[in-house]
């Protein structure tokens, strides 16, 4: 019989199914345990517990095993691995109080310790921000002191906009370029350095500008010149020196490349100065 499959309930509960209702005014529900996953979760990763660092040199960059000790098979392979997100998040893992202590070494030139600092955890996330901080700062109060430059001297102003374009261009040209060329030299000497520790140091080096710039405001020629001036031998002071101790152990001539270093540095700051913070007066 068809009846006979099935059982009779009468008031009675069967494990795992709904409570019977006993009357219309009493619902009783009953939801099985979450499992949902706990927030913050219970392992952490990253820079809080020390194991996923960036690499000292850049040329292991790209080939570190993965969590497991061995390589994501994954993960591209050959030149395709370059144009994904993974291989540049560790240069970005880094917090606030790691980029203020960087940017105030950048500015205490004469300790020399940023390379040690920074030997197995160089980053390009304070390097990109001060770098693009400097070229909308530099491009900004540039046109400030030509505006309060022709004001003064009762002449037409026109803002001009192509202080953004080559300021991006002679910022973030110099940084990726120079240490590239720096990178090649030192391996051509034997030198054990690594190209995005490079990038790092020359990065922070460019900070102090960021507050030369805002003073260079002030009207007052010899001031700008003297501002400017400081800033970049204060700039320059700290790549020498944090170099000098690398380079002079492997070479004779050391004294001629961080020579050379430090008056690029230099030179850039007098661009710096003559193209952002000196007016010409157009005639009218």
Known sequence: ?????????????????????????????????????TF???????????????????????????????????????????FGVAPYQPYFDVDTSDVLERIRDSLLPYKGTFSEKTLNSPDLYGPFWICTTLIFVAAALGNVVAYIAHKTHHKHWDYDINQVTWSACLFYGYVAVVPLAVYFV???????????QLWCLYGYSL?????????????LEIFRWVIVGAAGFLSATFLALN????????????????????????????????????????KE
């Open 186 to 196: 030192l391996k051509y000497l034997s030198v054990p350095s690594g190209l995005v």
């Open 207 to 219: 900070f102090v500008f960021i507050p030369a710039s805002c003073l260079s405001v002030i009207p």
């Open 1 to 37: 019989m068809m009846s006979s499959g099935y059982t009779h309930i009468d008031n009675q509960n069967v494990s795992g199914s709904v409570p019977a209702v006993s009357s219309p005014d009493h619902v009783q529900l009953k939801f099985p345990e979450s499992n949902l996953q």
């Open 243 to 282: 170099l000098r101790s690398h380079i002079k152990t492997a070479s004779d001539r050391w004294f001629l490349i961080v020579a050379g270093i430090f008056l690029l540095q230099l030179g850039l700051a007098v661009i710096l100065k003559l193209y952002f913070f000196t007016i010409v007066l157009g």
């Open 40 to 82: 913050p979760p219970t392992e952490t990763q990253g820079k809080i517990t020390g194991t996923f660092r960036p690499p000292s040199d850049a040329d292991d960059s790209f080939s570190r095993p993965g969590p497991g000790g061995a390589q994501d098979n994954n993960q591209p392979s050959g030149w395709q691995r370059f």
